[in-house]
T-cell receptor, first 116, second 114 residues
Framework: DAGVIQSPRHEVTEMGQEVTLRCKPI?????LFWYRQTMMRGLELLIY????????DSGMPEDRFSAKMPNASFSTLKIQPSEPRDSAVYFC??????????????FGPGTRLTVT | AQSVTQLGSHVSVSEGALVLLRCNYSSSVPPYLFWYVQYPNQGLQLLLK??????LVKGINGFEAEFKKSETSFHLTKPSAHMSDAAEYFC????????????FGSGTRLSIRP
């Protein structure tokens, strides 16, 4: 299996621009998670989906952030407009919700976002 | 609600020395516990997991962790550190009713001295 795929790996943009991060989960997984990692705040859960439906978006910092999962193999995290404080590494993870797998999550390599 | 606390944001050991990374959890129901490792510029990778089958859990790269209910702890150990063990380590907790949500600790950065 190719694992969780994220694109782009690096993104540099100017303040005010729209940024779209992409994620392809492991085939067959029914949960998808978006995390943000910074030195100051550590690893934060932003939102997660079950069977393409958003379950909990309480971690989304503000209305500038939005996430979609149009099908089981693709999800996007969009920031519009972007701000310098959004600079971070964004991770996507997926899991298979079966008791035998104990909710183990598989992480992608991350997207390093820099907003200037 | 569940939570984990990792004691020590940075641990430094000499190559060949014992590695001990501390994690305490809080959960009102039997937890599932995990250790993840993050190498520089990479995503998190599962190191090992406790799922109630055995209190001593062995993982990859020679790491192991022991679940101690009386101490609400799940400390990570390795008898002999290797330079390649330098990374960030995260303790995490989940429970059956959490709908697959995992709560991560703040992480411990492990440095290895030559």
């Amino acid at each position: 299996d190719a694992g969780v795929i994220q694109s782009p790996r690096h993104e540099v943009t100017e303040m005010g621009q729209e940024v779209t991060l992409r994620c392809k989960p492991i085939s067959g997984h029914d949960y998808l998670f978006w995390y943000r990692q910074t030195m100051m705040r550590g690893l934060e859960l932003l939102i997660y989906f079950n069977n393409n439906v958003p379950i909990d978006d309480s971690g989304m910092p503000e209305d500038r952030f939005s996430a979609k999962m149009p099908n089981a193999s693709f999800s996007t995290l969009k920031i519009q407009p972007s701000e310098p404080r959004d600079s971070a590494v964004y991770f996507c993870a997926s899991s298979l919700n079966r008791a035998v797998y104990f909710y183990e999550q598989y992480f992608g390599p991350g997207t390093r976002l820099t907003v200037t | 609600a569940q939570s984990v606390t990792q004691l020590g944001s940075h641990v430094s050991v000499s190559e060949g020395a014992l590695v001990l990374l501390r994690c305490n959890y809080s959960s009102s129901v039997p937890p599932y516990l995990f250790w993840y490792v993050q190498y520089p510029n990479q995503g998190l990778q599962l190191l090992l997991k406790y799922t109630s089958a055995a209190t001593l859990v062995k993982g990859i790269n020679g790491f192991e962790a022991e679940f101690k209910k009386s101490e609400t702890s799940f400390h990570l150990t390795k008898p002999s550190a290797h330079m390649s063990d330098a990374a960030e380590y995260f303790c995490a907790v989940s429970v059956k009713s959490s709908a697959s949500k995992i709560i991560f600790g703040s992480g411990t950065r492990l440095s290895i001295r030559p």
